[in-house]
């Protein structure tokens, strides 16, 4: 058993910690935020010369090969930058989604979002389907040229800024198919607004969308797993960034506990107030460790092994995280529920990640459901 | 024992409730059943509305104005105001500085202040916390200087709920700043049109403006404006704290919540059924409404002793405290029930149900119930004074 | 809405608690448990003589016509006194369960009961019913003349004091059947063994009994209603015991923090044991709001009311009046572990109420069943 | 980073658990199925076996007699001795005066000891809690005053687990009582058969003897009894608080413990499935599980931070807070989910599931484990110190 990061992962970590810092922060943030903007073309591309976009993919389509710990050292240093760079939902997510469904044209496109070229965005999830991806009423239906799409893909993360959306929807048969629709596709509607943590999303609208044959990625049940599996990717990504986040809001509780006074002493002076830190930091304790659990034991393609771990993370962490995040506004009084200051805008990003593909109680149920399974997928 | 109403409460249920139904705006009711607060001229206009009736200071006795209700009619009354879906009324008028003047008052300052109140007219809104004193009110240090017929008011308030809709502030302020921290505190009533006094909004996370700054320069205040007398602030404020404790558990609209999360689960599908179907988010609204009826009841028990004429004491402290943290686990629920369709923010256009794309707001607004009036720490402490006799 | 007791309920009250504080005490409680006994004949008579067996039962059968909240006065007291008597589970649940009953032989047995003559015990549940009383594998046979059962009644509270044993059986096409079977009877044995709280239970096993036709109390659908809301009343008496002991718990924890000195202050002025004391204080006065609610609620035929009353009030007490328990014991330290104190007796005291006829997880899916019915059985 | 066991370890793991599989006595192994202790001679006799294989005193380095074990091969050996129902090893002597001796104690004292440590010949307890002295120890009472070659020692200890049961006894005693209450206390090592020492059982709420007073009336202890030298008491005590983490949190017998839970849920029916089918009890324990994970993982990293030869600090002081209220929720849950098959209590015969029959033993036993060596409420006192640089 070993926690020690190696050396290119120490590096990659000091490497995301020193560009944040200097190339973002929290009032580049509240100036996005009030702009309605979560997404910066300089920083895209620093970020893709950074190797961050080409870090987890294949080197056959031009990526580093790396592991799916070092997605989550990026995804924490964001959360504890409170970063609302699309980063995970333009690159990573739908990287990953390309890789698993690992069709030649999906490496092709693959290839461009490794090389910062290209941005995407998965378009899995509908209205009525909670966290489902299997619970698809999106229709592809097939003439001879081509295809033509109808439906409405909800709360696509990231859209706005993609190039290309990788679109879930059921054949006439019932078949899933993954088609790539580009951003400018006529009959393609985007309806953006600003999500919980201050970056953005759509809805995707497919009236009727005209693409050729090629468009159609995969199609079977590949489609649904390779979902799935980049869920987990991001949940394990969503975990650190969690991870990341409450961190960051302990140690500035930390020190306002420190430094601020009433009643002629320091609050941290007082036991309730001790026991409250105390209990945020062996949370955040529990929580990484579990982080780096996910890390290793959710890059598998064994479903089952992967779905527990993840799930087992995410349940784990995405309560903790929300008790650190509640216990450090609450501390904070006054001053912890106003935009002024950076406590609150944690609290919310910790609120988005927490239920951002999937809560705590979606979770056990799906641990539940790997138990029941006994192992079996 | 009897959990009944009476015959003539029931009545009176039936008139206040056929009332909301034909008074209630429907924009107001549209907000609340999407979990959304009413801005300045929907509250505003609603609270003229039941002042005209005569049904806005509810808690005052008759000769000042109020309609003389007993505990449990006003009990009666906020149920059904929260299920008609229309908001509390402002508390700062009605339920705060309304009280202290008809109590504390002098024959001219009810003269002026009470029928404004009243007929909801008048906006108040109240200058207690300071920027170093919050939890620690006593220390607080806006000064008041005698000068002739005037006080020159001095310094910074914090927290100031409503200031850029209010028409005047009843303050806290330091008359004496010599003599131990309680005794050098007055209240006074100051007209916001005074020159001198400079709003800056502060924006809270769930995105809209309640809160502000208020920054009092060589604002001069009449003296006539004093209440009571000088020195008497910290027992007027003591006073407010344990005044009107029937709504204070905000049993009304946790009711009132919870049944709308009920059917925002009933109305937003999931594959071929709807997420209602789901037991474990049944047994968390379950658990929910069970914490619900223990402080429901606690509640009851507290109006019934009201009636009979008993004083507070710990037994309702707790009201607040386990009603904020029961307001905060339902907007919790809410949040989190709704999956990715709560994770929406400023959205026009419905994204699935729309009432759970605006459950952030509430969500993120009730992180202040356990802050604001003394956190829920410092209600803690108070009671544990009276459990261990210190 | 009025929360006063009338001036028979006082008298009540008052009655029972000063019968228990004269003839009771935790030196003879302590006696009694290391005798392995719950039962005294000459407490028995006197409280039969102070009215507590004929309270809650028609004047028809020689009761005084009292209500489910005069049940839940004495209740408390002997909660709040570790009165192990088995007044509720030898006189009240059997004799609720005859009244509810109705037939001629259940009311003649009920006038025995209420008027202190005979003592009762109710045989419904079994070991592989969970807390289901329609979970029944005990089986009777009907022949030309009597009846024979064949079965094990599983934790039957008291069975060793009764005289007679109301055993629920079922027949060969299913129908349920309430036998009253004499402790005398040939081919019953009873396995006794002390419970959780101190008072005794016992395994009933049935090897062919042999019983006059006229021993069948009831039979049908009324059987599994009336021990239904013979446990309903039951329960609401355990929410009271439970409230009395929880109270006496803090009484005693609020006066030990006063007195007991660590690091030269006493305990009390450790912020975060006043928490607790404040914890348990807000647990115990809601806890008393929803007693007298499942007092005044639950005191009805209509199931659909009284079982959403009874399942809202255990649900909530049987958790908090655990978390003071828990609480008393850890303010107390290593004294509250010991048999010396009475701390831990009364912990296991509401250990054991907590679960009787049902835990908050039971009562819980209880609550959800009748929300899901709206209001019909 | 790497979560795996090298293929030495896995080697080692095997190795240990056929050895288990041999040499658990069936009437441990049936004891521990239900949830019950070990009485002393199944105690003794087990650390005994123990103690011929050389595995007892599994933390120690090999020259003082240990098997000289990395921090990964401790963990693994617990976890495997959990999953075989072997109870852990009495911590008095292999966990607590063992290494206080090999670390302060003199050539003649270690070469007297250890070896029937190592072999489990002779057994210990600890004399530190008095009457008036629990969470606060500094201030502890008993005196031995030296009187030649001997102290003189006269005092009451309390909550001492297993001196019934003990040969020698480690006590913290005031050798000075002038100077600061902690610098006056010193480390003695008494034998139990010393005449002037009274031990009076204290019976728990878990129905057994564990725990007992043990009254010191000029009791004559030989000077070279004492470890260290006078007033080292508290830097020893210290000493020990940090040693040893890597079992502190109990993950080993909390996983065979939930294993168990599941087990006795699925062998008990309920109509014609069984106690598992239930979806809400499967939901406890999977939150159980959960959370069992994270305090797994988080005790990980502590191994991989002593094998890398660290210091532990806050990190891993969290992990008996944690473990222990894991221990206390699993136990309740047990208790809880067997509904009236767990009320039962002195029954020979099963009720049904006789390992429910005897979860209230472990549930009430295991209301100490946040109590003593040192209460939680103390240990997170002592980490908010750290967080706070105080």
């Known amino acids: 058993m070993d926690f020690r990061l190696s050396d290119d992962q120490r590096l990659l970590d000091d490497s995301a910690s020193k560009y944040l810092a200097g190339q973002y922060s929290f009032d580049l943030y509240r100036k996005q935020l009030s702009d309605g903007i979560a997404f910066d073309s300089s920083r895209w591309s620093a970020m893709a010369e950074l190797g961050w976009m080409a870090l987890p993919f294949p080197e056959s389509v031009g990526g580093f090969g790396g592991s799916l710990v070092d997605i989550q050292l990026i995804a924490r240093r964001l959360g504890e930058r409170l970063c609302t760079d699309p980063w995970l939902t333009c690159a990573i997510l739908p990287g990953k989604l390309l890789e698993f469904v690992g069709t030649d044209s999906a490496k092709r496109l693959l290839a461009d979002i490794a090389a910062g070229t290209a941005r995407g965005a998965m378009a899995a999830l509908e209205t009525n389907g909670h966290y489902d991806p299997g619970l698809i009423a999106t229709r592809v239906t097939e003439s001879g040229d081509g295809i033509r799409l109808h439906g409405i893909k909800s709360v696509v993360f990231g859209a706005e800024y993609a190039h290309v959306l990788l679109v879930t929807a059921r054949a006439q048969n019932g078949e899933a198919m993954l088609v790539a629709v580009p951003s400018t596709a006529d009959g393609l509607t985007l309806n953006n607004y600003r999500v919980v943590d201050g970056s953005r999303a759509s809805e995707v609208v497919l009236s009727g969308v005209r693409l050729p044959a090629s468009a159609v990625l995969a199609r079977g049940r590949v489609v649904i797993d390779a979902v799935k599996r980049a869920m987990d990717v991001a949940n394990a990504a969503i975990c650190a960034d969690l991870l990341g986040a409450a961190s960051a809001m302990l140690k500035r509780t930390q020190e306002y506990a420190r430094t601020r006074k009433q009643f002629g002493v320091t609050i941290g002076s007082f036991q309730v107030i001790q026991h409250y830190l105390v209990d945020m930091f062996i949370e955040t304790q529990q929580s990484e460790s579990l982080v780096w659990m996910a890390g290793i034991l959710g890059d598998t393609p064994d479903c089952a092994d992967r779905e527990q771990a993840i799930s087992t993370a995410k349940a784990y962490i995405s309560r903790s995280a929300v008790l650190v995040a509640q216990k450090s506004v609450q501390i904070h009084g006054g001053i912890g529920v106003t935009e002024e200051l950076d406590i609150g805008h944690y609290f919310r990003r910790v609120t988005h990640h927490a239920q951002l593909f999937g809560d705590r109680?979606?979770?056990?149920?799906?641990?539940?459901?790997?138990?029941?399974?006994d192992g079996k997928c | 024992m009897n959990l009944e109403f009476t015959v003539e409460e029931l009545a009176f249920q039936r008139e206040v409730r056929e009332w909301f139904t034909e008074n209630v705006p429907a924009s107001l009711k549209a907000r609340s059943d999407n979990g959304q607060m009413p801005d300045k001229d929907e509250q505003h206009g609603w609270e003229q509305t039941l002042g005209k009736k005569g049904w806005l200071a509810v808690g005052w006795p008759a000769q000042h104005g109020g309609p003389g209700w007993t505990a449990t009619q006003r009990y009666i009354f906020d149920l059904e105001r929260a299920r008609a879906g229309a908001p509390p009324a402002s508390p700062f008028g009605v339920s705060m500085v309304g009280p202290v003047l008809y109590t504390f008052g002098s024959a001219d300052q009810k003269k002026r202040h009470l029928t404004g109140i009243v007929s909801g007219d008048v906006h108040w809104c109240q200058g207690y916390s300071e920027p170093n004193s919050g939890s620690d009110l006593a220390s607080l240090k806006t000064a008041a200087v005698r000068d002739g017929d005037h006080y020159v008011v001095n310094g910074q308030k914090i927290w100031t709920t409503q200031a850029h809709w209010a028409d005047w502030c009843f303050c806290l302020v330091r008359t004496d700043p010599v003599v131990k921290q309680q005794q050098g505190i007055s209240f006074l009533l100051i007209d916001m049109s005074t020159p001198g006094i400079e709003i800056r909004p502060i924006h809270s996370i769930d995105g809209h403006h309640h809160l502000n700054e208020v920054y009092f320069t060589d604002v001069r205040v009449p003296v006539e404006n004093l209440v009571g007398s000088e020195g008497m602030g910290w027992t007027i404020a003591k006073f407010l704290l344990t005044h009107e404790r029937t709504t204070i558990a905000g049993v009304a609209d946790s009711k009132r919540e919870i049944e709308r999360l009920k059917q925002m689960l009933k109305d937003t599908k999931q594959g071929s059924g709807c997420r209602w179907d789901d037991a474990f988010a049944r047994r968390?609204?379950?658990?929910?409404?069970?914490?619900?009826?223990?402080l429901e009841y606690t509640n009851f028990r507290t109006v019934a002793a009201t009636e009979e004429g008993k004083g507070l004491g710990a037994e309702s402290s707790g009201l607040k405290i386990k009603g904020t943290e029961l307001q905060q686990a339902i907007t919790q629920a809410m949040v989190e029930l709704g999956g990715h369709l709560s994770l929406t923010w400023d959205n026009d256009e419905p994204v699935g149900?729309?009432?759970?794309?605006?459950?952030?707001?509430?969500?993120?607004?009730?992180?202040?119930?356990?802050?604001y009036g003394g956190t829920n720490e410092i209600q803690k402490n108070v009671i544990a004074k009276m459990l261990l006799g210190l």
Do not use: G, K, S
């Open chain 1, 361 to 373: 109680d979606h979770h056990v149920q799906r641990y539940m459901a790997c138990q029941q399974r």
């Open chain 2, 284 to 294: 968390r609204v379950a658990e929910l409404e069970i914490d619900l009826a223990a």
């Open chain 2, 353 to 371: 149900n729309f009432a759970f794309n605006r459950t952030r707001e509430r969500y993120n607004f009730l992180r202040a119930a356990t802050i």
